[in-house]
């Protein structure tokens, strides 16, 4: 545990963090490795009670279609020489931009990213492709069940303008036929700016030479001036509830269980309920894995999780299981009993310890690759956290005590209340498993 | 504990094992008491390593009623042994996972891979887990059984997805007689009827040290972890026969062949593969910047024609890397309202104009340095170096890892219009669609 509590602080001293321009440019220098990962993002607020979500997601699948200063297969060409690629995606509360080349080519791509940020073209074909392409992807996500079971159980617990609701895809459909290139470029121009830039460098780089690159490529560069839209809160319902989605052709059925918890990643209770979380079921070695997998032979796979994770709005707890027809009732009950057992008893001093050893070691193992250390420094900064989080993280899991992760279960975990959507080829013929 | 050091300029000396040969900063040893062979590369500046045993036998290995038994045996591994069990409360997984080490493990169709990702201070649980693995599982009744379901959600999973289906009906349509026609967990008869004594035979004939390589991946002292493996592996026997050989060669396909999944779903897709030579072929590596020509990047030839038509919303190409002679495929998924038919004809005649001319050499020098960017790429990582050993060890040569960059440098035209020449023959292609349908479907 101290181990990697010192490499952590190590890693950390090494990392050069300083305001250019607009930006908080976060530079990991790894000098021999030849090759430079960028992970970036910016503020941008979309409200999803207006569906700007949606516009924004198509905003940052447009970014890389070409510019005002040149079309998209003049940048695809200078990007193939170079041997660079770079994305743009959408999240609730930030645009978010991913990039990697050879260390030579560092400042063409920056060069290319901040052109494509700033001065994107939005042609009206890219656009119709676009528009098309991601209508196909929604109507085969109908057919996919664990999205069908996890958006069903979104909805259930967040009301439309919270950033964990998921909206039907119809609904998404018809926001898509009704969104244009002009409802694209506005939001573009009020949306997106250098709000709370954060720029993560980590490989084959000097931090000077980058911040240079950086202050001549975005040192101009305005913010938007957006504020957060979003509700932050999840629903009551108080007791259990089961929404079934039949998809015919479908014999394993995915199932999502869980509900709404009043608690963002800034409240105390957070991290010990991320423990408790992981001993129910984090791992193979976790309750659920080795009772409902293991012993019962139930399913391929099971897992709990506190997902829609943020310092601004409350997450989810859930339950992602795959049960073929015949095991579906049969599964569900054997969940639910095991939930109510677990969160009633709570988890062991050996549970404990495992599990604070095995997300310490987790943490170091996941930091294997310049793309995950990117990665996690962008998402420390992007909470508002100090660098030194990151070292201080491996500290706050050992701190945790075992009446404390009790509590945290007892308190959040509510088994009355989980609610229950499956999605598959249900026989409806058979009970329900319903225990109101 | 932050390292940069270069790795030792020399190879270790450890009594015991034998240096083999080093290529691209690996180095190949060999146990001399078994023959279990070892790659090791020192990479990475944080005290992490993966740790990966592949076993050169895959679901190519299988016979007619044993289908399935690859992936069956590579669950049952998990189960456990006298002295890695779940009742005696250390169970491979939580042994491993306690460390946090990330732990699975993989079959595919020439190779079976157990790995550990894990802080470099815990290499020796992996080994030893590996280590005892290799000869001792308990292979239960009880946990065929209990194992046997949950296989079954496995396969019901794969049932769910059209894609995956289409992909098993062109394997399966391409080949009539060679072990790669039937999909690599099985068919679900197989799986139903297998039994604990069929996996032991076929435990008894394939797990052994001489019929598997140990790679090490990591930020970690060379002659420490060769003596720990030395230590671990070293009193294990040799497989007692030689290996069984794969005899089947699949016969000369004498014309094209059409398959059609009907299965509910929204958007249809179309699949065509061409037979290929095996991935120790000198086409191999012009197919590799042929499939980049056709299908990587927006200035591909089919992105172009296809996606930029607004006939496709996506596109990929890829040969299938392997022992025995596979499959190089295309696959593009049809924009609503576009015909199984078009896209199909949009792709032929891509495919045939590279067959008429050679690309350009701007075109191949763009896909040379995207295949040899995506390759560095994908050594960001000690798992991801020791994933690609393995499957370059699968098909018979780990040094066509290290090699790769090199040997893609050094395609020329020709070779490319070569490859394409002898690969897109008509009669030597599978054309799959997958048609979606509203509703249910007649089982």
């Given amino acids: 545990m101290s181990d990697v509590s010192a490499l952590a602080s190590e890693l950390v001293d090494r990392v050069s963090d300083r305001p250019i321009g607009p930006c908080r440019l976060i530079v990991l220098p790894f000098e021999s490795s030849g090759l430079v990962t960028i992970a970036g993002s910016v503020a941008s607020y979309p409200d999803p009670a207006a569906g700007d979500d949606q516009v924004q997601a198509i905003i940052a699948a447009l970014l890389d279609k070409g510019t005002r200063r040149r079309d998209r297969y003049a940048i695809a060409r200078t990007l193939e020489s170079i041997g660079a690629e770079r994305s743009y995606s959408s999240e609730p509360a930030r645009t978010r931009f991913a990039a990697r080349c050879l260390k030579k080519a560092v400042g063409s791509l920056i060069g290319i990213v901040s052109e494509e940020l700033r001065e994107p073209l939005f042609e009206p074909r890219q656009f119709d492709l676009l528009r098309q392409r991601v209508a196909g992807e929604l109507r085969q996500s109908m057919q996919n069940t664990g999205v069908l079971a996890h958006d069903a159980l979104c909805r259930h617990w967040f009301d439309a303008g919270h950033p964990n609701h998921a909206r039907p895809v119809p609904m998404e459909l018809d926001l898509l036929a009704r969104t244009d290139v002009e409802v694209i470029r506005s939001l573009h121009a009020a949306g997106l700016g250098s709000d709370d830039m954060i720029l993560v460098i980590v490989g084959d780089v000097k931090p000077d030479a980058v911040a240079a690159v950086v202050a001549r490529e975005f040192g101009t560069w305005r913010g938007a001036g957006t504020a957060a839209r979003f509700k932050t809160s999840t629903r009551s319902h108080g007791r259990l509830q089961r929404e079934e989605i039949l998809v015919p052709g479908k014999p394993s059925i995915d199932v999502s269980i869980g509900h709404g918890l009043r608690l963002t990643r800034r409240d105390a209770p957070f991290i010990p309920l991320l423990l408790g979380n992981f001993v129910l079921g984090g791992n193979f070695s976790s309750r659920l894995m080795q009772t409902i997998r293991d012993e019962m032979g139930l399913t391929y796979g099971i897992r709990s999780d506190l997902s829609g994770v943020s310092v601004h709005y409350d997450m989810l707890w859930n339950i992602r299981v795959t049960l073929s027809t015949g095991a579906l009732d049969r599964g569900l009950n054997a969940i639910h009993d095991l939930v109510a057992t677990f969160v009633e008893n709570g988890v062991t001093d050996r549970e404990l310890e495992r599990a604070r050893e095995t997300m310490t070691g987790s943490y170091l193992v996941r930091q294997d690759s310049s793309a995950s250390m990117a990665r996690r420094l962008l998402l420390n900064s992007e909470r508002g956290y100090p660098l030194r989080q990151l070292a201080d993280y491996p500290a706050e899991l050992a701190a945790v005590k075992r009446e404390e992760v009790n509590e945290s279960l007892r308190r959040y975990v509510r088994p009355k209340e989980m609610s229950i959507a499956a999605a598959g080829t249900i026989n409806r013929g058979g009970s329900n498993g319903s225990r109101d | ?443």
Avoid at chain 2, 373 to 380: G, L, M, N, S, T
């Fill in chain 2, 1 to 443: 504990m932050y390292r940069t050091q270069a790795p030792e300029s020399s190879h270790c000396t450890v009594d015991g094992v034998s240096f083999i040969r080093e290529s691209g900063g690996i180095r190949e040893y060999r146990l001399d008491s078994n023959g279990l062979t070892i790659l090791f590369l020192r990479h990475g500046v944080l005290p992490v390593v993966t740790f990966m045993v592949t076993y050169r036998v895959g679901s190519r290995n299988e016979t007619v009623g044993l289908t399935g038994a690859t992936h069956f045996l590579e669950h049952l591994m998990f189960k456990g042994t006298a002295k890695f069990n779940r009742r005696a409360g250390t169970s491979v997984f939580e042994i491993l996972q306690r460390v946090g080490a990330q732990v699975n493990a993989t079959t595919w169709f020439d190779r079976t891979n157990y790995f550990e990702q894990m802080p470099a201070s815990q290499l020796s649980l992996a080994v030893d887990i590996e280590a005892d693995r290799m000869r001792g599982i308990l292979l239960r009744g009880e946990d065929v059984e209990a194992e046997r379901t949950v296989i079954l959600n496995e396969f019901d999973r794969g049932e769910n997805e059209p894609l995956h289906k289409l992909f098993h009906e062109v394997w399966a349509t391409a080949f009539s007689a060679h072990p790669y026609g039937h999909p690599t967990i099985g068919w679900r008869s197989d799986i139903e009827a297998v039994t604990a004594a069929d996996l032991r035979s076929f435990y008894d004939t394939y797990y052994y040290p001489d019929n598997a390589t140990a790679s090490v991946v990591g930020c970690i002292d060379e002659g420490q972890t060769l003596e720990l493996i030395r230590s671990a592996f070293g009193g294990i026997e040799r497989a007692p026969r030689p290996m069984p050989d794969v005899r089947t060669v699949e016969p000369a396909q004498r014309g094209e062949r059409r398959v059609t999944v009907r299965m509910t779903g929204e958007v249809g897709a179309v699949m065509i593969a061409f037979k290929t030579g095996r991935q120790l072929d000198d086409t191999s590596i012009p197919l590799d910047v042929v499939a980049t020509i056709l299908a990587d990047g927006k200035n591909s030839r089919l992105y172009g024609s296809l996606v930029d038509e607004g006939l496709a919303s996506s596109v990929s190409a890829a040969c299938a890397a392997l022992r025995d002679p596979g499959l190089f495929y295309i696959y593009a998924t049809c924009v609503p309202g576009i015909t199984h038919e078009s896209l199909e004809t949009a792709i032929t005649n891509q495919v045939t104009q590279l067959v008429d001319e050679p690309p350009s050499g701007a075109e191949l020098r763009r896909a040379r340095t995207l295949v040899a960017a995506q390759a560095a790429f994908a050594r960001d990582g000690s798992f991801q170096i020791a994933a690609q050993l393995n499957e370059a060890i699968a098909v018979g040569d780990w040094t066509l890892y290290p090699t790769y960059i090199d040997r893609v440098n050094r395609v020329e035209r020709d070779d490319v219009h070569r490859a394409a020449r002898a690969t897109f023959r008509v009669d030597q292609r599978t054309v799959g669609y997958y048609i979606p349908v509203r509703g249910e479907v007649d089982e």
